[in-house]
């Protein structure tokens, strides 16, 4: 049975190896940028406010700070979270045990949850939660018994209070925009994954029949004409087995881009199947669309081109049907796959249009 293999927060199931979580980890390194440059200004606020232990304290940090992001940056990141880890804690208690707990160093300590689900497994991070909230309560209640150990003013640890405050607010927003733009950017990447064809980037067969169903629900809805175009390249086993199947896949490559300079903003094209395309024309009539699919095909004809010293010309055969008001999608394909097989028995490289019924 295949195991995990042990990473900076634990046991990586063996599905998951190749996801490293870039994204994560360049984040802490800026939050360890800025982290560090919130510490340089705690020591001068420190320092003027006649605290100079937590003004010390805060180079300590700074130093543990630019640690952790050099480790980061050499992906040693188990040790980085650990600094941070410690820097945290740390600085959150002393800060607390020093000023008292109205200074809202405390607050810290909680940006560490959405970080903790982030980068280890769930077990571990609710582990982890659990152990955080027991330390945050456990220094809660410390504080009811210990007076501050080096109290300032009133009107100075109101200043502090905001500031950590600020400070909070600003890097859970920074965290929150972070989360939502790469769960945007995730969803956007599935969406891709599940309605593109992973060779020629154009639309593949599943997402190709939802819309060409919408455009069918358009057309029952108001009188609108809707045609298909199904095209199919010439002799294509050929290529296969003469210049081999990477060769079949640069040919499939070069004709999506081909036939997509060719159609119009509103035309949709995806690979039907094998060397098949398939191609929706909205708005656009029988006559129309031989004519687009007649550019189509004489584009392709006349394209020359060379590929690992070979040099290549490649012919579609292209069928058209209209769509007709209450016929099932799967009837108006046949009825251009019908086309299309009257193109391939006239010769190849033609345009064909079926008007006959089935």
């Known amino acids: 049975m295949a195991q995990g293999r042990k990473t900076e927060t634990g046991l990586e199931p063996v599905g998951r190896r190749k996801h490293s979580r870039p994204q994560f980890w360049q984040l802490a390194r800026r939050c360890c940028q800025l982290a560090a440059s919130v510490d340089v200004a705690f020591f001068f606020l420190f320092h003027l406010l006649g605290s100079p232990i ?18 980061l940056s050499t992906r040693r990141n188990g040790l980085a979270i650990a600094l941070i880890w410690t820097e945290v804690i740390i600085h959150a208690a002393l800060g607390t045990l020093l000023i ?3 200074s809202g160093f405390h607050y810290f300590l909680l940006m560490f949850i959405p970080a903790l689900f982030a980068g280890m497994t769930t077990t571990r991070a609710w582990i982890a939660v659990a152990g955080l909230w027991a330390f945050y309560v456990s220094l809660y209640a410390m504080m009811w018994f210990v007076e501050p150990l080096q109290p300032i003013s009133s009107n100075a640890l ?7 405050l600020t ?37 593949n067969r599943r997402h190709m029949i939802e819309l060409a ?5 358009r057309c029952e809805r108001h009188p609108l004409q809707l045609t298909f175009l199904l095209l199919d390249i010439d002799h294509f086993k050929q290529f296969n087995d003469r210049y081999g199947h990477d060769m079949g896949d640069r040919v499939l490559q070069r004709m999506s881009a081909l036939l997509t300079s060719v159609l119009r903003t509103q035309d949709s094209l995806g690979r039907w199947g094998g060397e098949e395309f398939l191609t929706l024309l909205p708005d656009t009539d029988g006559e129309q669309a031989l004519l687009i699919a007649e550019r189509m095909r004489a584009t392709v004809e006349q394209d020359q081109w060379e590929c690992e010293g070979f040099a ?41 249009l079926e008007l006959a019924e089935l």
């Open 312 to 352: 290549l010309s490649v012919t579609l055969s292209i069928g058209v049907s209209e769509y007709r008001l209450g016929e099932d999608l799967s009837v108006a394909i046949a009825r251009a796959d019908r086309a299309l097989y009257q193109g391939k028995e006239g010769g190849r490289n033609r345009v064909e």
């Open 158 to 164: 109101l200043g502090v209070f905001l500031f950590n």
């Open 100 to 102: 008292g707990w109205d």
């Open 213 to 217: 169903e919408k455009e069918i629900a």
């Open 54 to 71: 937590l003004a010390w304290i805060n180079i300590a940090s700074v130093s543990l700070y630019l640690a952790a992001f050099h480790l």
């Open 167 to 203: 400070v909070v607010f600003c890097m859970f927003s920074y965290l929150s925009l972070f989360y939502v733009n790469t769960v945007s950017s995730a969803q956007r990447k599935l969406q891709f994954m599940a309605t593109t064809d992973p060779l020629t980037r154009l639309f």
